[in-house]
Nanobody, 123 residues
Framework: QVQLVESGGGLVQAGGTLRLTCVAS????????VGWFRQAPGKERELVAA????????YYNDAVKGRFTISRDNAKNAVYLHMNSLKPEDTAVYYC????????????????WGQGTQVTVSS
């Protein structure tokens, strides 16, 4: 069993920076792929970024490429999402998710989800 807890959301002006943190319990977490998803009001949940257990070959949604960076520290059971040059359209609830099966994660059918953290970007 894996439990995920996100933190780091908040209100920031356009062009600003935030770092989201996802901390996991459960030792198997270090080999699981982890993704950051977001869901804005009235929109479907979308995968923003994902990282493998070995922290190689990160995936980024085209909308955030060049602005967001995903990283992980397996010694701390933590995954981070560094968000730079934030835009009002980045406003959403951001969720951390993980699954032993990478295809389930990318299909938004991960077994483990955090409770979400609100990110609001003002113009």
């Amino acid at each position: 069993q894996v439990q995920l807890v996100e933190s780091g959301g908040g209100l920031v002006q356009a062009g600003g920076t935030l770092r989201l943190t996802c901390v996991a319990s459960g030792r198997s977490f270090i080999v699981y792929d982890v993704g950051w998803f977001r869901q804005a009001p009235g929109k479907e949940r979308e995968l923003v970024a994902a990282i493998t257990g070995f922290a190689d070959s990160p995936y980024y949604n085209d909308a955030v490429k060049g602005r967001f960076t995903i990283s992980r520290d397996n010694a701390k059971n933590a995954v981070y999402l560094h968000m730079n040059s934030l835009k009002p359209e980045d406003t959403a609830v951001y969720y951390c998710a993980s699954d032993p099966d990478p295809s389930r994660l990318r299909a938004s059918r991960a077994a483990y989800w955090g409770q979400g953290t609100q990110v609001t970007v003002s113009s």
